[in-house]
């Protein structure tokens, strides 16, 4: 797979299959904009792929997918930054392992939000 010169975004990309995802993509050569709701993690990644050597470009956007104002301006900056979109992976994403009549309304909300209408945000922006 060659992704040189392809911009891609990706969400939830700090950690997980997001950060793994980031890191391959970067080693095919792609520009990544790394989107994370963790400012820790972010900077964790960041740090990890200057160590490195990879043929793509990152940037890191502190990211809550379920604030479509938020995901709007972000997705715009990345435009700025890279000129256009080629790939989105909507990876975010949030569990409450519990049974489901034992799942509080609020943590329901919680994972619809991030799961259903983050995607709905990223890609409709």
């Known amino acids: ?5 392809k911009t891609c975004i ?3 990309a700090a950690s997980g299959i997001g950060k793994a995802a980031t890191l391959l993509f970067l080693e ?5 904009a ?3 709701i ?5 900077v964790a990644l960041k740090k990890e792929v200057e160590e490195k ?5 990152l940037a890191t956007y502190k990211l809550d997918v379920t604030d479509r104002e938020a995901v709007i301006k972000v997705v ?7 000129m256009t979109i080629d790939v989105l992976v909507n990876n975010a994403g949030i569990t409450r392992d519990q049974l489901l009549v034992r799942m509080s309304e609020k943590d329901w909300d919680a994972v619809v939000n991030v799961n259903l209408k983050g995607v709905f945000n990223m890609t409709q922006a």
């Open 1 to 5: 797979m060659r992704l040189e010169g």
């Open 10 to 12: 990706i969400t939830g």
């Open 28 to 32: 095919e050569g792609a520009n990544v």
């Open 34 to 36: 790394a989107c994370d």
């Open 38 to 42: 963790s400012e820790d993690a972010l």
């Open 53 to 57: 050597n990879f043929a793509g470009t």
């Open 76 to 82: 715009e900056g990345i435009v700025d930054t890279f």
